[in-house]
């Protein structure tokens, strides 16, 4: 990738040992040449108003999970008290028949 735009300015700032190898391993996920290429994607997403873009995708994504779940959870309780609604009549069949 050629630098369109001459850098001149340069900014730093710190962080922990961890956040360090957090920013690395991210690196590597993404494929950048290195941390700068990915702090400066950031930044980019960031100014164009997209940073909080997949943080909202996960909130939708994780209130349709707690629907389903909801509904999964429902299910199961019909088609157990159907399974205990089951077992009750063929139990009374038997006796009957007994």
Same mark, same amino acid.
């Given at each position: 990738?050629?630098?369109?735009?001459?850098?001149?300015?340069?900014?730093?700032?710190?962080?922990?040992?961890?956040?360090?190898?957090? =920013?690395?391993? +991210?690196?590597?996920?993404?494929? @950048?040449? &290195?941390?700068?290429?990915?702090?400066r994607? *950031?930044?980019?997403?960031?100014?164009?108003?997209?940073?909080?873009?997949?943080?909202?995708?996960?909130?939708?994504? =994780?209130?349709? +999970?707690?629907?389903?779940?909801? @509904?999964? &959870?429902?299910?199961?309780?019909?088609?157990? *008290?159907?399974?205990?609604?089951?077992?009750?009549?063929?139990?009374?069949?038997?006796?009957?028949?007994?």
């Open positions: 990738m050629s630098v369109l735009k001459p850098r001149t300015r340069v900014v730093y700032f710190r962080v922990s040992e961890d956040e360090f190898r957090q =920013l690395h391993a +991210l690196c590597e996920l993404r494929g @950048e040449r &290195s941390l700068s290429d990915l702090a994607s *950031a930044m980019r997403q960031m100014l164009q108003g997209n940073g909080g873009a997949g943080e909202q995708t996960v909130a939708q994504k =994780l209130s349709q +999970l707690d629907a389903t779940l909801a @509904e999964l &959870s429902q299910a199961l309780k019909r088609f157990a *008290a159907e399974g205990k609604a089951s077992a009750r009549k063929a139990s009374a069949t038997k006796g009957d028949r007994g």
